[in-house]
């Protein structure tokens, strides 16, 4: 089974930059779609971007578009998020989820079985 793990989070001012890095480990994700999802305070996990597992398609939520990229290196077992332009609306605790799919990328968060722990970004303004 694959684990998950996120970091890169942090505090930062509104317009500025961070990119989220999440490790997996356990098995290889070469085969995996893999996504990112945020959860704000007092609302329900929201998906933000994914990539299939050959990182040959993505898919962003409309909030993110233009601002957020997300990517993945298999030789490393990695899926990065970068994120510019930051607003305080995208305060959140952001998730690394894996869906053990091979098909195409989807933005249901019931799709992806597997989990990180999170990682908290916070956009001050």
């Known amino acids: 089974q694959v684990q998950l793990v996120e970091s890169g989070g942090g505090l930062v001012q509104a317009g500025g930059s961070l990119r989220l890095s999440c490790a997996a480990s356990?098995?290889?994700?070469?085969?995996?779609?893999m996504g990112w999802f945020r959860q704000a305070p007092g609302k329900e996990r929201d998906f933000v971007a994914a990539i299939r597992w050959a990182g040959s398609s993505t898919d962003y939520a409309d909030s993110v578009k233009g601002r957020f990229t997300i990517s993945r290196d298999n030789a490393r077992n990695t899926v990065d998020l970068q994120m510019n332009n930051l607003k305080p609306e995208d305060t959140a605790r952001y998730y690394c989820?894996?869906?053990?799919?091979?098909?195409?990328?989807?933005?249901?968060?019931?799709?992806?079985?597997?989990w990180g722990q999170g990682t908290q970004v916070t956009v001050s303004s």
């Open positions: 989820a894996a869906d053990l799919s091979m098909g195409s990328i989807t933005s249901r968060r019931s799709a992806y079985p597997v």
């Open positions: 356990g098995r290889t994700i070469t085969r995996i779609n």
